[in-house]
């Protein structure tokens, strides 16, 4: 009898395991790194000397013959697709994966509280990100920096708010 209820157990650990893991938009494969709370102490961040850049993907998933980052939202998926802001952070997670452990990912995971995307790692899309990186080091060298959003709801997070002269807040 005991034989039977240890079985039991192991079977709806594994499927309890199974369905947090889908929840969390994870392919299959083995979880190398997890910057979540709940999967015990935050992973050391990656950090690229060549792009000077360093971040901390929530997740990534050794899936056969690659890396996967994968990055959690908490909200839902904007209807057209995801947010600019998100697609360039996986591809930034992407970058530093490559660098960190001398293999490029083919693609990348956003999961948004009800959608999951794939966004697959084109050399496009990293030209992009060098080119924003690029972007965003020539504006921290300037004074002034005009807004790029007509979000107020950003306004109001925002930290310059209050000296920001183009705030919508």
């Known amino acids: ?28 494969g083995e979880v190398v790194y997890s910057d979540t709370s709940r999967w015990g102490r935050p992973e050391k961040p990656l950090f690229s000397a060549r792009l000077q850049l360093t971040g901390k993907p929530d997740y990534l998933v050794w899936e ?3 890396y996967v980052p994968v990055e959690v939202k908490s909200t839902d998926a904007p209807p057209s697709g995801p947010y600019a802001a998100h697609v360039y952070q996986l591809a930034a997670y992407c970058a530093l994966v490559a660098e960190a452990y001398g293999r490029r990912p083919d693609y990348g995971l956003i999961k948004y509280a009800d959608k999951l995307w794939r966004m697959d790692f084109t050399p496009q899309l990293e030209s992009e990100l060098l080119d924003l990186l690029e972007d965003m080091r020539t504006d921290g060298e300037t004074d002034e920096v005009a807004r790029s959003h007509d979000s107020a709801a ?16």
């Open 64 to 66: 056969g013959a690659g």
């Open 1 to 28: 009898m005991l034989p039977l209820i240890f079985i039991l157990l192991a079977l709806l650990l594994w499927f309890l395991s199974r369905q947090g893991r889908q929840a969390a938009g994870l392919p299959q």
């Open 154 to 169: 950003r306004c109001r997070g925002c930290g310059f708010r209050e000296v920001c002269e183009e705030s919508l807040a």
